[in-house]
């Protein structure tokens, strides 16, 4: 396996980190639009772990918006594989690049949405992946693979709910992503800011978006943003967070290939950072249309979003200045195997000052990351494996929930827990 | 009379369509950084007053950041006033114009604050007005007049505030400035948005500043951004509006002539607008150090205050959205003139329909507009005179209110109140 990694920003950075302690795969090519940022990340795997591990990378500059740069770069390395790991707005290009260079693709965000155009908030109207699936026809036919969605969430949630739904459940009323966390940033001085810890132009692309619902006798529809807020009680100490319905590709993957009465995903943003999302959409400031500023040298036409962006920390730089941890996974309600009303919450737990000090990467990049590289590995084995577009729960999740909780060096030494909890009297 | 008007934007656009409607004055040079933005105003003159009424009125090109700009066109007219209608960052070019200019000058904004350097929230810095007063020797020995501070608030406040404590107290325990509206703007389709009714910019500048208190046995003192929240009962249908303290010119001026105990300035912004100002700043969006954005032409330094600016409604242009009214007034609390507790609040109230019907202007700017012209008035016919750096206060407040309240066209038939309320119980 000869990996093309696009992107050495905080998540494509830390796969390489994390890669760089396996074995599977004889070589990878870390691209950036910025050549530099890739060499960097080169040159830290090197630092940690010497010449000869870092002998199995090579640099590479890349335009990720356009498949035949990406086609090229991938021809010329002879990669097997591309991984997607830049912002989803470059997932068609990547996509069609990695398609005509003859590699498999994995990435960890889908296709972008549009939205209906007159009833937004009941509505779908272009679904997220739905340009994907479209193409899954070309895959097909060329014997190549897509994995789409295949990060943290999207990606190991997938996993879950396929693990629920082979091993748990007999009947599942709902498969709901649960997201939370209880990290906090803070200034040199000590003080708490407001520094998300993922890139704040995705977090408002996907929670200003009208959120996505499945149900199985409804099809997929859309409500406003931040719709029915639930406080959900999240693990190891994380403890109640307010949830609110975000627009996710879980949505859209898990119906395809499980069987649900309910799909829905629900981001523990908690009021303060719903707050700031709501002001932002008031403002206008979530806008992608440039306005007209001035500036020191004329006028400019600017993104509202990109300047928001730009005025908050780098997510990659705020890593060594936050404490606390990210939780993932999917809560089940339904019948057990028994035939008994059964719930359940299945779930990964990420600690930012472990993954800095045995990553130097920060926990939410570095949990998205890990993913992608748990399934390489089974499809270097062997273990998975598919032609066409295919999510993480089109394959068997046993394998992958044992590798990912195995010790090093035979797994990744990430243990998953799964929280037994008391259904609601009536499901 | 001749006025060199410096700004033709909402404020300085309602008052040349004010003045219009007045005799007192010789000529108006209505001058703006956009030549095309004067001419417009004067064109609006010449529709609704006829071709005799806009002659009185001048075109003209203008840098109001430099000061030797402003003292040529003052010069090149032969001004005997300048009127400064700009944003406050001006103040100090227009000033010194003015008076290189050997012409008598007036704002409605001082020159601007900076916090103290270390305890922001306790102590003052450089006080708004500072720099203007450090050079009121310099206007004295010219044996010229800058009347600063006087549009409404300050302005009309300084003036009430005066008037109470000639006419209506023995004894001030409180000088408070109070200002609430409930102006409501909508979209085409009706739907209530977020457009503020005057220049988010100057708003930032003044709600994220320190406020700054005046207490006669302390001095000047700050205290943290939206301080002291209180419900104030505003008149005339308004109803109670929720205030905080905010940096404001009238702390600064009262107590130079007045005597108080206490001088505050709160202002009814409401929680939504509270919220979305602590957003502002919580995000670092109310910066006015420029940030690296891309842009479809390169990268740009942009200021985000800029572009909040830029994303919301212009505020002169969503008068005809708008509906609601603004009251300015001040709230005096001590002993009455026969010695007994009293408690007061003069006001005056501006209703947007009536502003936009008779004026073509939105009722805050017009409100705004409003005053400087009375104060004109006055000094045009000699009832107000005076030499140095003055503040309204320092001038009698009785020929004010009466040429505001009296019928056109002898006065501006612009009544004012005066609200009796019950004293609290120990003062």
Redesign the interface.
């Known amino acids: 396996m000869r990996i093309l990694l696009v992107g050495a920003g905080g998540v494509g950075d830390a796969f390489a980190k994390i890669i760089a302690r396996r074995s599977f795969y004889e070589h990878v090519v870390v691209s950036d639009y910025d050549l530099g940022r890739a060499e960097r990340t080169i040159a830290s795997i090197a630092t940690r772990h010497g010449a000869e591990t870092a002998a199995r990378f090579t640099a590479a500059q890349i335009d990720a918006s356009d498949p035949e740069v990406v086609a090229r770069v991938a021809r010329e390395h002879s990669v097997t594989h591309v991984m997607n790991a830049v912002e989803p707005k470059f997932v068609q290009s990547i996509f069609a690049g990695a398609l005509a260079a003859g590699a498999d693709y994995l990435d960890m965000a889908m296709s972008l949405s549009e939205p209906h155009p007159t009833e937004p908030h009941t509505e779908t109207g272009i679904k997220l992946g739905d340009d994907q699936f479209e193409q899954a026809g070309d895959w097909e036919t060329s014997g190549r693979l897509a994995l789409v969605g295949m990060g943290v969430e999207p990606g190991l949630s997938d996993v879950f709910a396929r693990y629920a739904s082979d091993h748990l459940f007999s009947e599942i009323d709902e498969l709901g992503t649960r997201d939370g966390a209880n990290l906090v940033v803070r200034d040199e001085a000590g003080n708490e800011i407001?520094a998300p810890s993922f890139s704040i132009w995705t977090t408002i692309e996907e929670c200003l978006n009208p959120p996505v619902i499945f149900e199985k006798d409804r099809g997929w529809f859309t409500t406003a943003p931040f719709s029915e807020p639930e406080v959900f009680d999240f693990p190891e100490g994380i403890g109640p967070v307010e949830c609110v319905n975000v627009e996710h590709e879980e949505v859209l993957l898990m119906p395809r290939w499980l069987d649900a009465k309910r799909v829905t995903f629900k981001y523990g943003l908690g009021e303060e950072f719903i707050?700031?999302l709501r002001?932002?959409h008031?403002?206008?400031?979530d806008?992608v249309n440039?306005?007209?500023?001035?500036?020191?040298?004329g006028p400019?036409?600017?993104?509202?979003r990109?300047?928001?962006a730009?005025?908050?920390p780098d997510p990659a730089t705020i890593g060594p200045r936050m404490t606390g941890k990210t939780c993932a996974g999917v809560w089940v309600t339904g019948l057990g195997t028994d035939g008994a009303p059964r719930e359940v919450y299945l779930y990964h737990v990420s600690d930012n000052e472990w993954t800095m000090a045995e990553y130097d990467a920060q926990c939410v990049v570095w949990q998205t990351a890990l993913n992608p590289a748990i399934a390489l590995e089974l499809l270097a084995t062997g273990v998975w494996a598919g032609t066409g577009v295919l999510g993480p729960e089109a394959f068997d999740a046993k394998p992958y929930l044992d590798l990912m909780a195995a010790p090093e060096p035979a797994g990744y030494g990430q243990p998953w827990g799964l929280d037994e909890r008391t259904p609601a009297a009536a499901s």
């Open positions: 407001f707050g700031v002001t932002l008031l403002l206008g400031l806008s440039p306005v007209r500023v001035r500036t020191a040298d400019a036409m600017v993104a509202p990109d300047v928001v730009a005025s908050l």
